[in-house]
């Protein structure tokens, strides 16, 4: 069974630009769920969507964080603009709705 | 609200002793927990949790953590270590609301040192 996909592995833009990460969950995963995870610290939770709902995206700065999840499969969390702070590693993780989840190998964020 | 707290972000033990990585917890409601293992580079992969029933519960690797609810506590032990533990060690707590679990509150984590 194929684990969490996500893509691109690593990232390095200057400030100021638009980027976009994107998540696969594993297949029938109802809930996903996208993280950010600073240097040194645990992952802290941005949104997360239940099929194509998004249930709580209180932790989301929408100001500049936009994530979709139109079919209810893969998803999509975008930044616009970035800023240096941004730099950070993002995980996504996706749940049969048990508790457990399970990560993707996250993107590596570095903003110039 | 939720939080997590592990002790000491660095441990250090020799190969062959024993690992006690402390974590404890605030929860307002029955909550589940959870031990993740995170190497250089990866993604988190899950030791072990607990959600109702036994409360010392075994994981892979040799891990294992036991429930005290008395002490609010999930602590995470290993009988003897070795060189492959070095890695970063993460405590997690999750309730139920909306139809599924919500999303995990981390500790900060605490970084496991194996010295040969």
Not at chain 1, 3 to 28: D, H, L, M, T
Not at chain 2, 39 to 60: C, D, E, R, S
Not at chain 2, 78 to 88: G, L, Q, T, Y
Request: include cysteine.
């Amino acid at each position: 069974e194929a684990g969490v996909v996500q893509s691109p592995r690593y990232k390095i833009i200057e400030k100021k630009q638009p980027v976009a990460f994107w998540c696969n969950p594993i297949s029938g995963h109802n809930t996903l769920y996208w993280y950010l995870q600073n240097l040194g610290q645990g992952p802290e939770l941005l949104i997360r969507y239940e099929n194509e709902e998004a249930v709580d995206d209180s932790q989301l700065p929408k100001d500049r964080f936009s994530a979709e999840r139109l079919k209810g499969v893969d998803s999509t969390l975008k930044i616009q603009p970035a800023e240096l702070g941004d730099s950070a590693v993002y995980l996504c993780a996706s749940s049969l709705g048990t508790g457990q989840q399970f990560f993707g190998p996250g993107t590596r964020l570095t903003v110039l | 609200a939720q939080s997590v707290t592990q002790l000491g972000s660095h441990v250090s033990v020799s190969e062959g002793a024993l690992v006690l990585l402390r974590c404890n917890y605030s929860s307002s409601v029955p909550p589940y927990l959870f031990w993740y293992v995170q190497y250089p580079n990866q993604g988190l992969q899950l030791l072990l949790k607990y959600t109702t029933g036994a409360t010392l519960v075994k994981g892979i690797n040799g891990f294992e953590a036991e429930f005290k609810k008395s002490e609010t506590s999930f602590h995470l032990t290993k009988p003897s270590a070795h060189m492959s533990d070095a890695a970063e060690y993460f405590c997690a707590v999750s309730t139920f609301s909306g139809g599924g679990a919500d999303g995990l509150t981390f500790g900060k984590g605490t970084h496991l040192i194996i010295q040969p």
